[in-house]
């Protein structure tokens, strides 16, 4: 049996792999929200969960919110909601974007900002920048597997094979 990966099935998958990759990165830029999209919810915190990518809570409105480590580099942002069961905070999300959860019951939105006292943690353009950065792995890892799969497709199409493993001919086998 033919090892699919070194052959023309893995160049196609390397390309397509990159293409959607490529893709992905687009998706996750065109989907981070406007400042006019945003909500703002007020409270103080009384639950939450941290995770090795996120952070959960529950304000005391009962809404529930996820705030994720990608877009908050700093720390500063899952800091000031740890200590929020103190003083109340105000966090801007987008109720578009709900995700669910093993661990709790409900839904939770994703938050893009956290206030103490009407001053921002961390300004949107911080966080859009924080989530840019870690989308550049995405594109970066698909531009280099397209590449990867348009030369291997391009080794592998039937013009480029020749006799004696791809060195053109001399002319003394003439």
Same mark, same amino acid.
């Given at each position: $049996?033919?090892?699919? @990966?070194?052959?023309? %099935? ?17 998706v996750?830029?065109?989907? @981070? ?10 409270g ?12 959960? @809570? ?7 919110? !996820? ?5 908050d ?14 003083? &109340?905070?105000?966090? %801007? ?9 093993? @661990?709790? &019951?409900?839904?939770?939105?994703? !938050?893009? /900002? ?6 921002? !943690? ?10 840019? %950065? ?6 970066? $890892? /698909?531009?280099a ?5 348009a ?6 199409? &039937? ?6 493993? /791809?060195? &053109? ?6």
């Open positions: $049996m033919k090892d699919w @990966f070194a052959g023309e %099935r893995g160049a196609y998958f390397f390309l397509l792999l990159g293409i959607g990759l490529i893709g992905l990165f687009a996750l830029e065109y989907r @981070f929200p406007q400042a006019a999209q945003l909500e703002t919810a007020r103080r915190v009384l639950w939450q969960q941290e995770t090795r990518g996120a952070l959960y @809570f529950r304000l005391a409105d009962q809404q529930q919110f !996820v705030l994720h480590a990608k877009g580099a700093s720390g500063r942002q899952r800091q000031t909601l740890r200590d929020a069961a103190m003083y &109340p905070v105000s966090v %801007r999300f987008l109720r578009q974007q709900k995700t669910g959860i093993g @661990f709790a &019951p409900g839904e939770f939105y994703t !938050v893009y /900002g956290v206030a103490v006292g009407g001053k921002e !943690v961390a300004t949107l353009d911080a966080v859009r920048s924080d989530y840019r %950065r870690d989308n550049l792995t995405a594109l970066l $890892m /698909g531009v597997a397209a590449i990867a799969g030369w291997r497709v391009r080794s592998l199409s &039937p013009g480029s094979r020749r006799a004696g493993g /791809g060195r &053109p001919a001399s002319r003394r086998s003439r």
